[in-house]
Antibody, heavy 120, light 108 residues
Framework: QMQLVESGGGVVQSGRSLRLSCVGS????????MHWVRQTPGKGLEWVAF????????FSGDSVQGRFTISRDNSMNTVFLHMNSLRPEDTAVYYC?????????????WGQGTTVTVSS | SSELTQDPAVSVALGQTVRITCQGD??????ATWYQQKAGQAPVLVIF???NRPSGIPDRFSGFTSGNTAALTITGAQAEDEADYYC???????????FGGGTKLTVL
């Protein structure tokens, strides 16, 4: 079955960097764009970034633009989220998610999430 | 505006029908996608497109859009449907994907 597994979360000081990874299986990874979505404790979902199937196009949300970069390695079925200049408000569970269709905003497969805690 | 608005909380008696709504200008052009999230778990897709359910989602879940409002209807709510529900859709050029704030559904 289709599956996504995130890793790379942890506790980091404000201003530092972290890289999250997400490995996909059970589908043809290289034919789908991929999303990152985060959820702050006790709050709602916030879209973070999207990368096209071949990595040629990337988009990110206002709150992370200029600090977070999304990339992918299709040979490893992996999408990354490079997070720089981390702030306490970036503390959240980070999910990677596969779109229903290659470039779709709706997501049908989600990972279990990886927790990032940014201390001040 | 590239926002989606949901009621923070809704309740329904066991076995009754409940509608959870999502409002936003983008819904005039793009369908809402709906997710169910239970405590401590990742979101699960329940409705996408005009009214499509992934395999494994009970047929008591259905979706409908009219104008700028999308609705998720649960016909005959069950105790296991108690969860947070989120809508999402396409946003603007600067904010291409947007989520609603979520609705907490309580089954009484």
């Amino acid at each position: 079955q289709m599956q996504l597994v995130e890793s790379g979360g942890g506790v980091v000081q404000s201003g530092r960097s972290l890289r999250l990874s997400c490995v996909g299986s059970g589908f043809i990874f290289g034919t789908f764009g991929m999303h990152w979505v985060r959820q702050t404790p006790g709050k709602g979902l916030e879209w973070v970034a999207f990368i096209s199937y071949d990595g040629s196009n990337q988009f990110s949300g206002d709150s992370v633009q200029g600090r977070f970069t999304i990339s992918r390695d299709n040979s490893m079925n992996t999408v990354f989220l490079h997070m720089n200049s981390l702030r306490p408000e970036d503390t959240a569970v980070y999910y990677c998610a596969k779109p229903v269709h290659p470039n779709y905003y709706g997501m049908d497969v989600w990972g279990q999430g990886t927790t990032v805690t940014v201390s001040s | 505006s590239s926002e989606l608005t949901q009621d923070p909380a809704v309740s329904v008696a066991l076995g009754q029908t409940v509608r959870i709504t999502c409002q936003g200008d983008s819904l005039r052009n793009y369908y809402a996608t709906w997710y169910q999230q239970k405590a401590g778990q990742a979101p699960v897709l329940v409705i996408f497109g005009q009214n499509n359910r992934p395999s494994g989602i009970p047929d008591r879940f259905s979706g409908f859009t009219s104008g700028n409002t999308a609705a998720l209807t649960i016909t005959g709510a069950q105790a296991e449907d108690e969860a947070d529900y989120y809508c999402n859709s396409r946003g603007s050029t600067t904010k291409p994907v947007i989520f609603g704030g979520g609705t907490k559904l309580t089954v009484l």
